[in-house]
């Protein structure tokens, strides 16, 4: 099948009934909110579909991207899920929590009084809208990750009304994690989550999200922006845990923005979808900052993950660190394509970027595109990728010890990616994902 160009020009997302039907549900939010919702309608309608001649698309299967139109937005009604509800406990004394069901709000647990007097906001997007409306527009869709998914973009803004903000004022610490549960369950459905995460100048503050489906038999579309915000001087930590079921078509579109004298991190764990596109864009604005962007990633039978990476180097004597680890089995497939830019004022800029695969079977496939463009004459940059499998002598270390061979193949990826597990900083944390990538083997 030639995948040259894919229409998405049928089927219910595109119906303007559906589209309008929303637009009058929404009625009471603001208007800035409403116009820039049918502004990006008409892009979404307006935009190409990719190509395989787009470089942003390159290596990418696009057939997939012809099933868009037959999912259908999930409705607005308050969901009946008190198992889901149940089953939102990973974390278990977070400083405050929200759990929505196809894009609807199941629960919510109330943050700490004493940090509700400091000024924190945790909510939902829809409620910052009606009470914090001037703060959410000053940042709402200000960066995008800019590369490829714009048509996605456009679909995701003109359709979103489920999502959370989360707002730490300047100076305000917090040591236990907010915590974000979206679940799928609708057959059919479409969702679009939104994360908007800003954190004020010298604050603290870590964001997890979990991102499940409901059954395994289920079909999903989602479509996925996150944007961190970290003022001067502060640190910010965002965790997502992908782990829809194998039948969902995804997309994560990130940016990571960091001002003067800044430590942020965020780490991206793949472990479900039947295609997962996943772009994030590290954009470094003041000088003296840090930023780390961390993936794991674990596909099998015929997953295919597709990852595009972008750190923007804008303000001098800043550090960025990017590290994705892919771990292969069976026919599974994965595209990691990234680039370094460092722009032209921004001398001694120190950035790295590596992505490292492991192939567990003879027909998975990688595909590894990693870049530099340096504008600036006094930096340090590195980028490079690997791809190999596991060392026979290794192996034979395990079987001589009477490990059999599925388990020692187990440890030894385990090994491999534990580098990017450990950085969680989060014993409970760092459980859970190595449970979810254990269960990978016994699927």
């Keep these: 099948m030639s995948t040259e160009t894919l229409s998405v020009d049928t089927g219910a997302i595109r119906d303007a009934e559906i589209f309008a039907a929303r637009q009058e549900l929404s009625g009471g939010l603001p208007a800035w909110f409403t116009a820039m919702q ?47 509800v149940e089953r939102s406990d990973t974390v278990a004394n977070p400083a405050g929590q929200l759990i929505f069901v196809d894009d609807n709000l199941a629960a919510a647990r109330v943050m700490d009084a004493e940090l509700e007097k400091k000024g924190v906001i945790f909510t939902t997007l829809g409620d910052a809208l009606n009470n914090h409306g001037d703060l959410v527009r000053k940042y709402f869709m200000k960066e995008t990750p800019q590369l490829g998914s714009e048509k996605y973009e456009a679909l995701h803004v003109a359709l979103v009304r489920s999502g959370v903000f989360l707002y730490v004022p300047d100076g305000v610490e917090i040591d236990r994690p907010f915590v974000v549960y979206n679940w799928t369950r609708q057959p059919g459905g ?22 499940s489906a409901a059954s395994a038999e289920t079909e999903h579309l989602v479509i996925s922006n996150a944007h ?5 001087g502060s640190e910010t930590n965002h965790r997502i845990i992908q782990d829809w079921n194998t039948n969902t078509l995804s997309f994560q579109l990130n940016t990571n923005n960091a001002q003067r004298d800044t430590n942020a991190k965020s780490i991206i764990v793949n472990v479900g979808s039947s295609r ?38 804008i303000a001098p004597n800043s550090r960025s660190d990017l ?11 994965t595209i990691f394509s990234g680039l370094i830019i460092v722009e032209e004022g921004a001398q001694q800029t120190d950035a790295y970027q590596t992505n490292n695969n492991l192939m567990l079977s003879e027909d ?55 580098e990017v597990i450990g950085k969680f900083g989060d014993e409970a944390l760092e459980n859970y994902v190595r449970g979810r990538m254990a269960d990978k083997f016994l699927a």
């Excluded at 010298?202 to 979990?210: A, G, I, P, R, W």
């Excluded at 961190?228 to 001067?232: C, E, I, K, P, Q």
């Excluded at 794991?296 to 750190?311: E, G, H, K, S």
């Design 228 to 232: 961190v915000f970290s003022g001067d």
């Design 323 to 333: 590290l994705f680890k892919n771990a292969l089995l069976d026919k599974s497939r």
């Design 276 to 313: 997962a596109r996943q772009e994030v864009h590290g954009k470094i604005f003041g000088s003296g900052s840090n930023v780390e962007m961390y993936s794991v990633n674990v596909p099998r039978r015929d997953q295919q993950f597709d990852q595009r990476t972008l750190q923007t180097h």
């Design 38 to 84: 049918r502004e990006h309608w008409t892009r979404f309608l307006e935009s190409p579909a990719p190509t395989r001649f787009d470089e942003t698309w390159r290596f990418s299967d696009l057939r997939p991207l012809s099933k868009i139109g037959g999912f259908v937005p999930t409705p607005f009604e308050k969901p009946d899920a008190d198992d889901l």
């Design 364 to 418: 998975a496939e990688s595909n590894a595109l990693p870049g530099l463009e340096i504008k600036a004459n006094d930096v340090k940059c590195s980028h490079g990728a690997t791809t190999g499998r596991i060392d026979e002598s290794n192996l034979f270390y395990f079987l001589a010890r009477g490990i059999p061979r599925a388990k020692a193949h187990e440890l030894m990826v385990f090994g491999f990616l534990e």
């Design 190 to 211: 479409a969702i679009f989550p939104h994360t908007l995460f800003v954190s004020g100048r010298h604050s603290k503050s870590t964001l997890v999200e979990f991102q």
